[in-house]
């Protein structure tokens, strides 16, 4: 038995023209000559076209492989083959598949694990024949059936080659191609420029390290990133894997449109920062002052007036309290003394949202880590002193045990102490022990103040990685034209008069497969945001840090 594809919109007399593997065959085409001499001399001086050959690296050589006559022209009529070249063995089995043109953008795929779902209709027909060589039910996957989809994708190109042999019309000019190549001459000129002037104005250390503290260097160097990725695409599509080409395709309209609506969002907010800068203004001042200087300062003395009748060390939390207003009155003084620059600040947010909303998210992101700058240092003195006292604890619980930490081992031994030792250590370690709820009161209210700030900071950069790389134009063609993005093939049964027809056609991709990258995302930041372990990393007096991944934003090439 053979299985033959066969283009749907083939349907006239001729040789047959096309790829055979085993026993499987592809119709390319078909050739209308008078000899099989005449048809194989077409063949060999399509061969020598340039579309051919980059076929010819996807694909096998193709060959003559006999000629064909149609009795009927009804929808999927069965040609009849006689004077084939090729030993065919008998008897045959059609499967009919559409031959997509290069500028529709479609294509055949298999992307999907698992097996293909085919629709079978009615239970009564005939179709348990045609099953037996459905290939596309085998897992794991052969080279068998990549060279045969990737036979199907070709098909057009290679009938476009081999009709462009037979005429000597030339090919008119494609004005689309020619506009985007005018984008992309653009866009390459801009990418120079901004090259030329980083390596000459900007260090490469200084911007490294910037990148780890700003949230708006990351985004520039995003969007010098994607101007290097829209500025090195073709666009024309010539021959070769339509499957890399189209996927390049969306991937560079995806990204343009995500970049143009981000624009759009950013000066329609620039709009309403502008008609409501006063009301703004009012906000930002009555709040400087509100939420980052007294509310803290009324917690802080709350806390020192033994609150719900905890019993802190009295002299440690006064020393605690004074300590930590007297920072957050002088970082208040600070920002009341900045609030004559409010209006360049609103100038330079105005500014930054016309390059678009992500630019003035990142730059809101970094306005929020310098205003929160005291906060930020109180943790770091609260969580300093924390660590130290556990650590002492430790140390001092391992005295009064008879032990000691070996560090050359890195285990804990048992060892003689002497007298005097042991007594010092037990005072230590009461008076550590005593001490240790006041340091850890106040720790933890400096700990989850910074966890509300981190939280903050984990939304701003999911906020950005979605408004960075939204699959907008996939998801747009998926809806509008669901070929161009295929996700695996199946089989198609449809009842005839006589017999069964099968065609083979396509899945749309999935939307767990358009969104694998915010998967991903996700994925890195609950590892690294997880509650779990932020609570542990508060337990042990660490430092709690954000995720610096300039990667992420980071488009794939």
Known sequence: MTTVFWPLDVTDDGFMYGWIQEHTVCVAG????????????????????????????????????????????????????????????????????????????????????????????????????????????????SSRLEDVVNQLNSARLAEYAVRHCQTTCPRP??????????????????????????????PTRSVSMLKEFSFTARQVENRVHVLHFLSNRKFVHQG??????????????????????????GVAFRFFLYQNRAIIN??????????????????????????????????LSRFYSQGFIGLITQWA????SCLCFLPVLNLTIETASLMG???????????????????????????????HILILLGSLWNLFRGKRYNVLRNRTDPWDYETDQLLLGTILFTLAAYLFPTIWV?????????????????????????????????LMLRI???QRLPGDIYLLARPTSDRCSVTLMSYPLPLSVIFAQYTQLWRQLLQYYHPFRLGRWILQGRVLATFTHASVYIPSQ
Not at 173 to 198: I, Q
Not at 241 to 265: F, K, P, R
Not at 333 to 336: A, G, H
Request: glycine share 6%.
């Open 357 to 387: 909303m992500t630019m003035a998210t990142s730059l809101f992101l970094d306005l929020l880590g310098l205003l929160t700058g005291h906060f930020y240092a109180c943790y770091l003195i609260a969580s300093t002193i924390y660590r």
């Open 480 to 482: 509008k034209d669901p």
């Open 240 to 265: 070769g894997d339509i499957n890399s080409a189209c996927q390049e395709y969306i991937e560079y309209h995806n990204t343009l449109w995500v970049i143009l609506n981000d624009i759009i969002i």
């Open 333 to 336: 003084t600070f920002l009341r």
């Open 442 to 474: 106040y720790y933890v209210v400096f700990a989850l103040v910074r966890l509300s700030l981190i939280a903050l900071y984990a939304t701003g950069e999911t906020l950005l990685a979605f408004m960075n790389h939204f699959p907008l134009f996939a």
């Open 173 to 202: 000019p494609d004005g689309k191609a020619r506009g985007m190549n005018f984008v992309s001459n653009t866009l390459k000129s801009a990418s120079r420029s901004w090259d030329l002037f980083g390596h000459r104005f900007l």
């Open 282 to 315: 009012q906000l930002v001042i009555d709040g400087l002052e509100g939420i980052l200087a007294h509310r803290m300062e009324g917690m802080l003395l709350w806390l020192d007036s033994w609150p719900a009748g905890l019993k802190l060390n009295t002299e």
């Open 30 to 141: 078909i050739l209308h000559a008078d000899t099989l001499a005449d048809a194989e001399a077409i063949l060999a001086k399509a061969l020598g076209s340039e579309r051919l050959r980059a076929l010819m690296t996807l694909c096998e050589i193709p060959v003559i492989l006999g000629h064909c006559a149609f009795r009927s022209l009804a929808p999927y009529a069965t040609p009849e083959i006689k004077g084939s070249i090729i030993s065919w063995t008998r008897p045959f089995h059609f499967y009919y598949y559409y031959r997509h043109t290069g500028n529709s953008r479609r294509f055949y795929a298999v992307r999907e694990e698992g097996a293909s779902l085919i629709s079978r209709g009615n239970r009564t027909m005939p179709t348990e024949a045609y099953l037996v060589h459905d290939f596309t039910r085998h897992r794991p996957r």
